[in-house]
């Protein structure tokens, strides 16, 4: 079965700095899915990318989809509070209608 | 505004207690999911329906039923045969117009615990 790994767990950064987080699958990925989530909220959608090597930016937040289609990452610019949350990577497997997700990555900012 | 509206926010249960969690849409959306969320683990999917009056079984359905009765309603009961109730529960919708790779809407979630 497909499975989703995020890294790092958990990152601290100071405000202001960049960081990444990436998402790798142990199968080819057919759609991978970038959401946030705050602490006991639901999630909010940031990012959808389907071709190997798309990259996709809203804001400081990038997201890439590796030519093999077996990993992506999100990069963030410019870190500020408003960043702080669990991002959550989820992959489109062969079913239209289930997602797998990876465990998250909890972004902490410091002042 | 169009969305997803979860109830209660919080839900106390005790032991050999059913349970049932509400989920609302009004974004005419026809595939509706249900999720379980642990602290340190993915979303597992409990339950899902691509259309009215039919639903299946996703990875962790024992313990758990639901409905679909309505297109905007998608309740999820959380049975005293679920040995470990306790977690973030989070609905779902997507447009199911036979488009792959369709985004889900995700609701506000409701935190369960079994006292």
């Known amino acids: 079965s497909q499975e989703l790994e995020q890294s790092p767990q958990s990152l601290i950064v100071q405000e202001g700095k960049n960081l990444t987080i990436n998402c790798t699958s142990s199968k080819t990925l057919y759609g991978l899915y970038w959401y946030k989530q705050k602490y006991g909220e639901g999630l909010i959608f940031l990012m959808m990318?389907?071709?190997g090597g798309e990259e996709k930016s809203h804001e400081k937040i990038t997201a890439k989809l590796d030519e093999k289609k077996q990993q992506s990452s999100l990069h963030i610019t410019a870190s500020q509070p408003s960043h702080a949350g669990i991002y959550l990577c989820?992959?489109?497997?062969?079913?239209?209608?289930?997602?797998?997700w990876g465990a998250g990555t909890k972004l902490i900012i410091k002042p | 505004d169009g969305g997803i509206t979860q109830s209660p926010k919080y839900l106390f249960r005790k032991e050999g207690q059913n349970v049932t969690l509400s989920c609302e849409q009004n974004l005419n959306h026809d595939a509706m999911y249900w999720y379980r969320q642990d602290p340190g683990q993915g979303l597992r999917l409990i339950y899902y329906s691509q259309i009215v009056n039919d639903f299946q079984k996703g990875d962790i359905a024992e313990g758990y039923s639901v409905s679909r009765e309505k297109k905007e309603s998608f309740p999820l009961t959380v049975t005293s045969a679920q040995k470990n109730p306790t977690a973030f529960y989070l609905c779902?919708?997507?447009?199911?117009?036979?488009?792959?790779?369709?985004?889900?809407?995700f609701g506000p979630g409701t935190r369960l615990t079994v006292l």
């Open positions: 779902a919708s997507s447009i199911d117009q036979g488009a792959s790779y369709n985004e889900q809407f």
């Open positions: 990318l389907q071709k």
């Open positions: 989820g992959a489109a497997s062969d079913s239209n209608y289930q997602l797998i």
